[in-house]
């Protein structure tokens, strides 16, 4: 049987050649700004990552973990960081690669899997920068003690994290049909809705396993902030459904 993991790679590929939102690349416009200081990132679908959560970065090493797709790496090395990025999908892989030979700097790009030990040694990196992406694993404690392992002393994780509501609607987010957790390796039901929907394997994951497993990880949450999905009807609704964190290894 095939890997969940196998089929989430697949399917990001399949978004990215479809034109997703999350795989395109930064414009060279938007990189000559970011080096003259006028820059943005998003670690949620619409909010603006506060640029005092990365403080200084000239000099940092950063990875972008789960994090391709050429927009925030770019970013971060104009801005003067030392940049690494892992992401299980080639294609955001190619974009990453692709804006770093356009605009000439120098990237360390890894087709990995973050549901694997990262490979790296500990205390590698100042700042890991984690965008919505836990939704597609069924374990995110893993995540989050190999995102301390590999941190500095010191060092800031700051992840993008999806509540369970999205989970719980139906499809017009008008009903709730979802039992909770919503996890297709256990429920055939979920399982066979994502195999119709055509979008993967996704997981529901609590604030419990996610701002509570940073902490069970040995991470001090320094900050946080809400965010919607930025369309449809919980959006309009403002009902936030996202949430951005900032933790620092003690």
Known sequence: ?????????????????????????????????????KWEVLLTPTRHVPHEWLGELKG??????????????????????????????????????????????QIHVIEGDMTKKLPFE????????????????KDVQHVFHE??????KGGILLSGLGNEINYIVDKEEKEIIWKMPFDPLVDDKAKQFMLEEDCGMQFSHSMEEQIGGQLKAGFLLAD???????????????????????????
């Open 224 to 250: 946080l902030y809400e965010d919607t999905n930025g369309s449809g009807r919980l959006h309009e609704l403002n009902i936030k459904t996202y949430v951005a964190t900032k933790a620092i290894k003690r």
């Open 147 to 152: 995102a301390y392992r590999v941190l500095k």
């Open 122 to 137: 500990e205390e590698t990196f100042d700042i890991i920068f984690h965008p919505v992406s836990n939704c597609y694993i």
């Open 1 to 37: 049987m095939e890997r969940y993991q196998d089929i989430n790679r697949k399917t990001i590929d399949r978004w990215v050649e479809e034109g997703w939102e999350w795989g395109i690349p930064i414009s060279h416009e938007e990189y000559e700004d970011a080096k003259n200081g």
């Open 60 to 105: 940092k090493k950063v990875l972008g973990l789960a994090c391709g797709g050429g927009q925030q790496m770019p970013i971060f090395s104009a801005l003067g960081a030392e940049c690494t990025v892992l992401d299980y999908s080639s294609k955001q892989i190619e974009s990453e690669l692709y804006v770093a030979k356009r605009e000439g700097y």
